[in-house]
C-alpha cells in the first residue's frame, strides 16, 4: 500500500485524538491523581455545560495540584451554580447581531462567521456557554446562506470564522469555504479564531496549512493560550508550521482569576508567546457570563495587572486590554 492510499483509509491524527478527549470528570480526577472530593460538584457543574478536555492539553497539567493553572480553565466547580447579578446567558449581546447562516457583522469592514457549535476543549468561562448554536445553520456544513449575506455586503474585507472553534470542522466541511469565500472580490483578509492549535496542536497539519493558505486572502491565525504552561513544544511546532506558510499568527488571552491574574504570569505569557513568534493581540477581561462570576477581576485590579506588565516588557510584546461591550463599534480600550 503507497502512502496516498493509506492518507485516504485513515482519519487524521487530530481527528483520532480529538475523539479521545475527556468527557467524564471521574478520569479527569483520576488522570491528575486529584482527589475524589472534587467529583459530586465536578459532576454537577458537568450538567451545566460539559466537562471537554483533549489529552495534549491534560499532559501539560501538574499532577495532585487542584489550582493548576491549566486545570482551572477546565474543572467544572460548584460555583458555577452561583447566579451573580450581571452575568447573563449572552453578556455580549450576539443574539442580537445575528445574521442569517451564522455571521455576526457588528464591526465595519469585519464579518464574524459561527462555523461550529462545537470546541476541542470547554473553557468554563467562555462567553458562548449557552449561545445556541442548534439555530446557527452554517453547522451542518452549508454555506449558502452565509455566503449570500457576505456577497451582499461589499463593506465587509475580512472574514473571520469562529465559533465554537472552526478547526473543530472536518478538512472537508471546511473544504469548500476558502474558495467560496475567496471568489467574493472585495475581501481581502481569511481569518480563523482557535484554540485548537493551542490544545490540540496536531490540527496544524499539512492539510490545514494547504487550506488556509490555498486563496488569495491573506491569512491570520488568532489563537487563545492564557498562560505559559500551555505552550510547549508541540504548541511551537504547530506556531512555526503557520508562520512558515506565511500565515500572521496572534494570540488572544481572558484575563482569569487563579489562573494569569497577576503581571508576572501576564509577563511570562508575553514573552514565551512572542518567543515562539505569535503576537499578543488582545487581553479581554471576562465576559459577564452566568456561571463564570468566580473568574472575575476587577477593572481596577486589570489595570493594575496591565500597569505591572507594560512597567517590564517592550512595547509590542503588551497586549490591548479589552472588554467587549454590546453595542460598541469596536472592543474598548481600557485605560489604565
Ligand atoms: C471581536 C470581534 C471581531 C474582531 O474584532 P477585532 O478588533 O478586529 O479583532 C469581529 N466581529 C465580532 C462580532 C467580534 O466579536
Ligand atoms: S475554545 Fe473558545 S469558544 Fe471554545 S469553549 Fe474555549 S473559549 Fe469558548
Known amino acids: 500500500m503507497n502512502d496516498s492510499a493509506a492518507e485516504t483509509t485513515t482519519s487524521p491524527v487530530w481527528q483520532r485524538m480529538l475523539a479521545e478527549a475527556v468527557r467524564d470528570p471521574t478520569a ?3 488522570a491528575l491523581d486529584l482527589d475524589r472530593e472534587l467529583l459530586p460538584a465536578a459532576q454537577s457543574a458537568a450538567q451545566l455545560f460539559p466537562l471537554r478536555v483533549p489529552w495534549p ?8 495540584d487542584p489550582h493548576d493553572p491549566l486545570l482551572r480553565q ?6 458555577e451554580h452561583h447566579d451573580a447579578p450581571g452575568y447573563e446567558a449572552d453578556p455580549v449581546g450576539d443574539g442580537d447581531a445575528l445574521q442569517s447562516g451564522g455571521v455576526i457583522h457588528k464591526y465595519h469592514g469585519r464579518a464574524l462567521l459561527v462555523a461550529t457549535g462545537a470546541c476541542a476543549i470547554n473553557c468554563r468561562y467562555c462567553f458562548r456557554r449557552h449561545f445556541p448554536y442548534t439555530e446557527v445553520n452554517a453547522s451542518t456544513g452549508d454555506w449558502s446562506q452565509a455566503l449570500a449575506y457576505l456577497a451582499n455586503a461589499s463593506s465587509i474585507t475580512e472574514v473571520i470564522l469562529s465559533g465554537g472553534d472552526p478547526l473543530a470542522l472536518t478538512d472537508r466541511r471546511l473544504a469548500a469555504l ?8 472585495h475581501l481581502r483578509r481569511l481569518r480563523v479564531h482557535s484554540r485548537l492549535p ?10 490545514l496549512i494547504d487550506w488556509l493558505t490555498g486563496t488569495r486572502l491573506r491569512p491570520i491565525m488568532v489563537v487563545h493560550a492564557n498562560h505559559p504552561a500551555e505552550l510547549d513544544a508541540a504548541v511551537a511546532e504547530a506556531m512555526a508550521r503557520l508562520q512558515r506558510a506565511g500565515v500572521v499568527t496572534l494570540n ?7 489562573v494569569n491574574d497577576d503581571a508576572a504570569t501576564q509577563a511570562a505569557l508575553n514573552e514565551r508567546l ?12 471576562l465576559d459577564p457570563v452566568r456561571g463564570a462570576s468566580h473568574f472575575e477581576v476587577s477593572s481596577q485590579e486589570a489595570a493594575a495587572i496591565q500597569r505591572g506588565v507594560s512597567a517590564t516588557l517592550p512595547g509590542y510584546m503588551v497586549p490591548r486590554l479589552v472588554r467587549e461591550v454590546a453595542g460598541e463599534p469596536a472592543k474598548r480600550w481600557l485605560h489604565w
Request: hydrophobic share 50%; charged share 20%.
Open 57 to 64: 492539553y491534560l499532559n501539560r497539567m501538574r499532577r495532585q
Open 74 to 79: 477546565i474543572l467544572p466547580l460548584g460555583a
Open 28 to 30: 479527569l480526577l483520576d
Open 178 to 185: 476558502a474558495p467560496a469565500l475567496a471568489r467574493l472580490s
Open 252 to 258: 488572544q488571552a481572558v484575563l482569569l482569576r487563579g
Open 274 to 285: 512572542f518567543d515562539i513568534g505569535v503576537h499578543p493581540y488582545y487581553l479581554h477581561v
Open 198 to 207: 493551542i490544545v490540540l496542536p496536531q490540527r496544524i497539519d499539512k492539510a
